[in-house]
């Protein structure tokens, strides 16, 4: 996905980490407000596409609701898109949730594992192993 700002001065490396500290790679006094928007943008963007392709009633992933929240989300860019601006090729959001399971005893438990909350890749960039890439670099980063 593209957009008309500098994704590579957002994202550092090919997969980024954030939390709802929403800080951008470029470290510009200047520009941090304009870099941490243009970051919620990105998020939005991309959150309202991965709800569609779900066909969800609502968004569920927003910059906003990340900057109150303990997940974190990891984005996938490529840097030479877009004439070298850089494209948002998808993301996986992840965190804990309480959930409540049972034992092959019937006896229940509570848990609070890590969960993946939304996951989406571009439609462009499906079935190319990017949202492969991105899992395995989630649950690396997560041991």
Request: with cysteine; hydrophobic share 35%; proline share 3%.
């Amino acid at each position: 996905m593209e957009f008309p700002f500098d994704i590579n001065n957002l994202f550092g490396d090919e997969i980024t980490a954030l939390d709802n500290r929403l800080k951008p790679c470029k470290k510009s006094p200047d520009s941090y407000h304009v870099f941490r928007d243009q970051i919620i943008r990105v998020i939005d963007r991309m959150g309202d596409a991965s709800a569609k392709a779900q066909n969800l009633h609502s968004v569920i992933t927003t910059g906003r609701r990340l900057e109150f929240s303990d997940h974190h989300l990891y984005i996938m860019k490529e840097e030479e898109a877009n004439g070298g601006r850089g494209a948002v090729v998808g993301f996986i959001k992840v965190g804990n949730k309480k959930l409540f399971v049972y034992d092959h005893h019937g006896v229940q438990h509570e848990m609070d594992p890590l969960c993946v909350l939304d996951f989406y890749v571009h439609e462009s960039r499906q079935r190319m192993g990017c949202g492969k890439r991105l899992f395995e670099v989630m649950v690396q980063v997560s041991e």
